[in-house]
C-alpha cells in the first residue's frame, strides 16, 4: 500500500493539490477552481482527492495553507474574506468524510514552510517575500514558523515607506503595498501618460486599459524612462524595507517570490544591491537575496511539509526534499 501525504493550496481562484511520497517526491498535483461557497468546499476537494489517490493508498495527512486569519492549534479558519468563511473548523468539516488527520496554517507561512523545506535543514532562520497582488511575507526563525501573538507576522507590505505616500487599502499611508505590489506598480505606471511606449505593448496585443505589472517591467526595459523610475522606486522601497525588517530578525536567508519575482535576475539583483546599500553592514554581510525556488509549488509543498513536521518525520527524511 503507498503511503502518500497531500498538500493543499486554498486560493481565492484555485484550490492546488499536490501528492506526496515519505521521501517528499512530488507524485501528482492538479488543480480545482475555487467554489465560491466555501462550505461546500471540504467536499468538494476531498471528492477530487479520493478519485485521483492511488486506489489502495494510506494518506498520513492533509496539509493546507489557506490566505486569512487561522488557529492553527485548533484547525480553525477564523477568517478567510475570499471564501468567507468566518470562525469555520475545517478538521471538523473533513472528519465527515475521512479520519485523515488535518493540519492548516496560513498561506503565507506555509509557502515560507515550502522553501525552507527545500533549502533541506541548512539555514534556520529565513524569510519568503511574496511580490503579488499584495506584498506577503512568511518568516521561519529558528526552523519554526514565527506567528507573533494573532499570527500578524510577515505584513511587511504595510511597513510604512512613505507617510504622504498613497492611500493604503489598509487604510492607512505608504505602505510598501502601495508602492511594490503588481496593483501598486501598475497605478504608478498609469500616474503618467505613457506616451508612444505603448505601442511596444500593442506588439504583445496588450492595450493600457489593461495594462499589468509585466507590461511595465516590460516598459522599463525598453527604455520608457517612467515606467523606469517606478521600477527604480519600487526597488529601493523593497531594499529600505528589507533593511529594516532585517535589523530586527537577522535573517541568514531573504527569498523573493510571487509572479513579479520572474521579472527577470536584474530586478532580484537590483533588490539585494538596494538591500546591501542600506542594511546594517554586519547584517547585510550575513544576508543572502535571492530568487525563491519553488513557484507556483512553495503553498502544496509546505502543506505537505507541515504533515510530515507534525507527524515528526525525522530530519533524514526532511533532507531528502532535496530530490524534489
Ligand atoms: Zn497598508
Redesign the pocket.
Known amino acids: 500500500m503507498e503511503t502518500v501525504i497531500v498538500g493543499l493550496d486554498i486560493g481565492g481562484t484555485y484550490v492546488k493539490i499536490g501528492v506526496f511520497d515519505r521521501e517528499a517526491e512530488l507524485i501528482d498535483r492538479w488543480q480545482l477552481k475555487t467554489v465560491e461557497d466555501g462550505k461546500v468546499l471540504v467536499e468538494y476537494i476531498w471528492n477530487s482527492i479520493q478519485s485521483n489517490l492511488p486506489s489502495e493508498f494510506n494518506c498520513e495527512g492533509i496539509g493546507i495553507g489557506i490566505p486569512g486569519f487561522i488557529d492553527y492549534k485548533n484547525k480553525t479558519i477564523i477568517e478567510a474574506v475570499n471564501m468567507r468563511l468566518y470562525n469555520f473548523n475545517i478538521e471538523e468539516e473533513f472528519k465527515k468524510y475521512t479520519d485523515i488527520p488535518v493540519f492548516i496554517e496560513n498561506d503565507a507561512n506555509v509557502a515560507a514552510l515550502g522553501e525552507f523545506w527545500k533549502e533541506s535543514g541548512d539555514i534556520a532562520d529565513m524569510t519568503l517575500i511574496t511580490l503579488g497582488t499584495g506584498v506577503g511575507s512568511g518568516i521561519i526563525s529558528d526552523s519554526e514558523i514565527f506567528r507573533g501573538k494573532k499570527g500578524m507576522t510577515g505584513?511587511i507590505?504595510?511597513c510604512?515607506i512613505d507617510v504622504d505616500g498613497y492611500k493604503?487599502?489598509?487604510?492607512?499611508h505608504g505602505?510598501?503595498?502601495?508602492i511594490a505590489s503588481a496593483t501598486g506598480i501598475v497605478r504608478a505606471a498609469l500616474e503618467q501618460p505613457i506616451g508612444d511606449s505603448l505601442e511596444l505593448l500593442d506588439d504583445q496585443e496588450k492595450t493600457r486599459r489593461n495594462l499589468v505589472a509585466e507590461d511595465v517591467f516590460f516598459l522599463a526595459k525598453n527604455g520608457n524612462k517612467h515606467c523606469r523610475s517606478v521600477i527604480t522606486h519600487a526597488v529601493d522601497s523593497l531594499g529600505l524595507a528589507l533593511a529594516n525588517y532585517a535589523a530586527i530578525m537577522n535573517p541568514e536567508k531573504i527569498l523573493i517570490g510571487g509572479g513579479i519575482a520572474d521579472a527577470g535576475q536584474e530586478f532580484i539583483d537590483a533588490i539585494a544591491q538596494a538591500f546591501h546599500d542600506k542594511a546594517l553592514s554586519e547584517v547585510s554581510k550575513n544576508t543572502i537575496i535571492s530568487k525563491a525556488r519553488l513557484g507556483n509549488d512553495a503553498g502544496i509543498t509546505g502543506a505537505a511539509y507541515l504533515v510530515c513536521k507534525n507527524n515528526q518525520i525525522t530530519a533524514k527524511d526532511i533532507n531528502k526534499a532535496q530530490h524534489l
Open positions: 505584513e507590505g504595510h510604512i493604503c487599502n489598509c487604510g492607512r505602505c510598501l503595498d502601495t
